[in-house]
């Protein structure tokens, strides 16, 4: 049987009413379709006794936060915006790995939002959890913000208030079911998805304005000429080591070529091998043929993306060089698109290569700094579906 | 229909519940801490286990329960990737780590047409990700479907419904994937109907 959905709205509301009583309950929208189906069908359960707060991290896109509070007012539901942009970039200042990254944006997170919670008067917290939130920290394999319980955090007593989920068991495509029974607005229910903390994670390694503000750009263009379920831009250091690896001899086998270039940047990046986290190393592949850029099919590049991976333990994940002029650049954008139901398993969306070229150019031309751009040729599994 | 799910800790175990439950079978997840009787108790008609990050190869000690229940229930049963490995290894065949992991899109190929792969084509893409294998087939089982690095991707006991799968039917870009527990459905609907003594 698939998902009842008029069943499931009804025994939440009658749920969270039970739950929260006379009390009041805060809940932290992002303006996505997992925090503003729960703050909707909150809303249909205790009416005025909800607050919704959106806390402006700074990783957000280009023009979100007012976007956000637009949408909110439109949807009649009571709302606020808390600037914590400073306090997130101070405390993340010189931090360079993921899951350090992670566990200080979600220890900020809850701080901020204790603080909120009790200046509201909120013994309760609604949350838009969903499976893969806690499938993926519960396994290890990444923090996501918005998980506490299920690893053994107790937040009443570390932040004053108790935690509701009413769609914690649900996956995306579910959510947005819910979503459009409710009458949410299609352009959010079937928005592509952000994760919790932002552009943090597509800012690989150490976050600085500089870097942040040239992701900014990269994001709105990519999202601008990219298609998908989840489709954006990263930005890494065009910092290089060492590496002994047989991938440049692998890549000239499959595809008979030899002008094959291997880059092997310092930062590493989030996968998931065998059910283990696998924070390992990323493959820059770059092929020249004397009339210029070499253009396989993107299936053929993921094909030999399985090889790589399969042979060299130490690597998770594969990306193809999409510029056709690199120049000297202090940071390489690496373009993202898959193809899912459910975010747990993703395929790599097959983009014509006239698009890819397309937004490469594009990002050369308006974002500075940037040395090349690539696309990510890894599936999940071998890979995640965000970087950090 | 009953067939809960045991979750041995993988990534996608809670998802083979959401296919079993759009398959119309009552399923959900159940700790690895089961046993049979428990199994006995909550009227189960089969049973599905998922994967882990266990490495089977060497730390099969790790999931004991589970190698328990895999000896004592007595009803049709699904071991898919870390659990297909358990399965091996209590059974008296072999798990190592493999020569050629597989992580993302894999095609396997049909070998047997046995009743679990029904309607299934000769060769389909599958989702992979295992850093074991098994190398070595228990005694009284076949082989039913490999892969070019892997050999063993599908096996079955001759003549129990006792199955094993190394890639996952749960992940949606698995080719027919829900075919897998489309079948183990049917096969245990049989075998609630004749009642065979495993």
Redesign the interface.
Known sequence: ??LNVQGFVDEKIEEIRRIVNDEKALIAVSGGVDSTTCAVLTHKAIYENLQCVFIDTGFMRLGEPEKVKSFFEELDLPFKIIDARERFMELLKGLEDAEEKRKVFRQTFYDVLSESAKEEDCKFLVQGTI?PDW??TK???KTQHNVLEQIGINPVEKFGFQVIEPIA?L?KDQVREVANFLGIKTDTSQRQPFPGPGLLVRVIGEVTKEKLDIEKKATEIVERNIEGSQYFAAIIDNEEIENENNIEKLTTDFFNVNQVEVKVPKNLVTG?????RAYKKLAALTIRLNSGLFKPTIEKL?QL??NI???N?DFTRVAYNITEKPRKGKYIILVRSIN???Y????VTEIPWENLEKTAEEIMKKCKEISEVYYDV?????STVEYE | MIIPVVDVGGQYNHMITRALTELDAESKLIPMSITAKDLEEMKADGLVMGGGPQRIGFEAEKLENVSKVIKEAKIPMLGLCVTHQLMAVVFGGKAEQAKHPEYGPVRVYVDNKDEILNDFNESFLAWETHNDEVTALPENFVVLAHSEKCRIQVMRHETKPIFGVQFHPEAVQTENGALIFKNFIEICKKFMFTRKKL
């Open positions: 049987m698939v499976a499938i993926e396994g290890g394999i068991y996956y998931v091998k065998g059910d283990l993921v993306q399985v991976i399969s042979e333990p899912t139901r459910d747990m398993t993703a395929k890894t599936p999940k599994p071998p």
